[in-house]
């Protein structure tokens, strides 16, 4: 059984929004505008007063206002067994399989490390660029490790946005299309030195014990000041033992990064599993350039950290590598037999850290996740901030905005009767939305793909025409 939409859009590929190149408004008309990401210090979850400031950041919250639901009490299979032959379309999952996020706040995620654009639009060189973008497309499928709820489906005209002059940008995302569903976004430097755009929608597979989310489209960067664009697509993630069993994510599948400029590309290779789970989570490749000559070697793990060197050292010691295990290698035992029908996929034991080549660069290291981040379905710090609202938000926010839907402020806060609405019915009422508000169709000018480009002015924050679709 397949299909496309929402049963776990937790997991996505993108597809490519285009702007024009140049700002659509400029930096003046939002800075001081709003405090979209912020907290009250011990008052997480309470509107009241603004939190202190230090160096005129705004703090952020470091907790949800209450922990997460147990979901022992429900079986997934008692509701699939009964969907035998439907699209996973037509599958409405327990609220309590979701967590207190809108999928576009979900795609949000993807601007956790921010710091790789602006260190790549720092950078002289196209090959220190292209490490950095490299280091940027894997971070961004960071914050799935461990994240297997399901965020809320948006509804057609739903809006987020955010604004973080701290990390140096602004991002809107809108709910496009209900049938199939696609999110499209776009983001811009508050120092104009990048645009970042995509429009998302997964092709999801149901296998009977996992779901596999097969990316559809094209993620674009622009790096303004070297005019440049880079273009790549997500690797495929897949949620193991969606029947009985624990949970775990595994991302695999080959993703080319292009320079259309310079003609580099960087290819890198998500490992699957494997056999005892020894290629969990390991990603390897290499950049070349427009010539097809490897110029640098990049390894590592998408959960952990990304490292590079160049690729003699890095033949040199893998040919060492080779040699030790041929004097280490025992045979395997063959008798692995087991059924496929009611037997869990193991749970790969997590192998020893990324073992660094001496003479390595370190690209990127994940960050730590807060102390309670369990109990707080596996949030990032960043994420953890993502649906704060401050007093006197809603006067600046559009109606749109899904920090103002009450299914998903209610499961924040701990309320699972407040978070029942049927998302079946939330998207009829999000039908009556006018279709892209804020984006509209196209081809994305590199890929020459179909595309929802950015119409701009959204942070002129005229929003009188909006409808209240919550």
């Known amino acids: 059984?397949?299909?496309?939409?929402?049963?776990?859009?937790?997991?996505?590929?993108?597809?490519?929004?285009?702007?024009?190149?140049?700002?659509?408004?400029?930096?003046?008309?939002?800075?001081?505008?709003?405090?979209?990401?912020?907290?009250?210090?011990?008052?997480?979850?309470?509107?009241?007063?603004?939190?202190?400031?230090?160096?005129?950041?705004?703090?952020h919250r470091t907790s949800l206002p209450a922990p997460m639901f147990s979901r022992s009490d429900f079986s997934v299979w008692t509701i699939l067994k009964k969907c035998v032959g439907l699209e996973l379309s037509k599958i409405t999952m327990p609220i309590a399989f979701n967590e207190p996020l809108s999928f576009l706040q979900r795609i949000t995620e993807y601007m956790e490390h921010v710091y790789l654009i602006h260190r790549a639009s720092c950078q002289p060189q196209p090959l220190e660029r292209m490490q950095s973008v490299a280091a940027f497309a894997v971070s961004a499928v960071a914050s799935q490790w461990e994240r297997t709820g399901k965020p809320f489906n948006p509804l057609l005209g739903e809006t987020y946005e955010l604004v973080r002059e701290d990390l140096g940008f602004r991002f809107i995302s809108e709910q496009v299309s209900h049938h199939p569903p696609i999110s499209a976004f776009h983001s811009e430097g508050l120092n104009h030195d990048f645009l970042f755009h995509g429009s998302i929608y997964p092709k999801l597979k149901f296998w009977g014990k996992s779901v596999e989310a097969e990316p559809r489209g094209t993620i674009t960067l622009e790096l303004l000041k070297h005019n440049e664009a880079y273009t790549w697509t997500n690797p495929t993630c897949c949620v193991h033992n969606v029947i009985i069993g624990k949970l775990w994510i595994e991302q695999y599948g080959t993703v080319e990064i292009l320079n259309h400029r310079t003609g580099h590309k960087c290819v890198l290779h998500f490992k699957p599993c494997g056999l005892f789970g020894k290629e969990l989570h390991k990603v390897e490749g290499h950049i070349q350039d427009k010539n097809k000559k490897k110029l640098f070697v990049i390894y590592g793990k998408w959960t952990e950290c990304l490292w590079g060197i160049d690729p003699v050292s890095y033949e040199s010691f893998k040919k060492q590598e080779r040699r030790g295990d041929h004097l280490r290698k025992a045979k395997l035992d063959d008798s692995s037999g087991k059924a496929d029908s009611d037997v869990a996929d193991d749970v790969?034991?997590?192998?020893?850290?990324?073992?660094?080549?001496?003479?390595?660069?370190?690209?990127?290291?994940?960050?730590?996740?807060?102390?309670?981040?369990?109990?707080?379905?596996?949030?990032?710090?960043?994420?953890?901030?993502?649906?704060?609202?401050?007093?006197?938000?809603?006067?600046?926010?559009?109606?749109?905005?899904?920090?103002?839907?009450?299914?998903?402020?209610?499961?924040?806060?701990?309320?699972?009767?407040?978070?029942?609405?049927?998302?079946?019915?939330?998207?009829?009422?999000?039908?009556?939305?006018?279709?892209?508000?804020?984006?509209?169709?196209?081809?994305?000018?590199?890929?020459?793909?179909?595309?929802?480009?950015?119409?701009?002015?959204?942070?002129?924050?005229?929003?009188?025409?909006?409808?209240?679709?919550?």
């Open 1 to 59: 059984m397949n299909g496309e939409e929402e049963f776990f859009d937790a997991v996505s590929g993108f597809d490519s929004d285009n702007s024009s190149g140049e700002f659509s408004e400029a930096h003046q008309k939002v800075t001081g505008m709003i405090d979209l990401d912020t907290s009250k210090n011990n008052r997480i979850g309470k509107v009241g007063e603004r939190p202190s400031q230090e160096n005129g950041i705004q703090k």
């Open 348 to 470: 790969p034991v997590t192998q020893e850290t990324v073992q660094v080549i001496p003479g390595s660069k370190l690209l990127w290291r994940i960050n730590t996740r807060p102390p309670n981040s369990a109990q707080m379905y596996n949030f990032t710090s960043f994420t953890v901030s993502l649906n704060e609202l401050e007093t006197g938000m809603e006067k600046t926010l559009p109606p749109t905005d899904c920090r103002l839907r009450p299914d998903i402020r209610g499961m924040e806060n701990g309320n699972m009767g407040a978070s029942l609405q049927s998302e079946e019915g939330a998207g009829a009422r999000g039908a009556l939305a006018r279709v892209g508000e804020w984006f509209y169709p196209g081809n994305n000018p590199y890929t020459g793909t179909p595309d929802w480009l950015y119409a701009g002015d959204y942070f002129e924050r005229n929003f009188s025409d909006c409808p209240d679709i919550y």
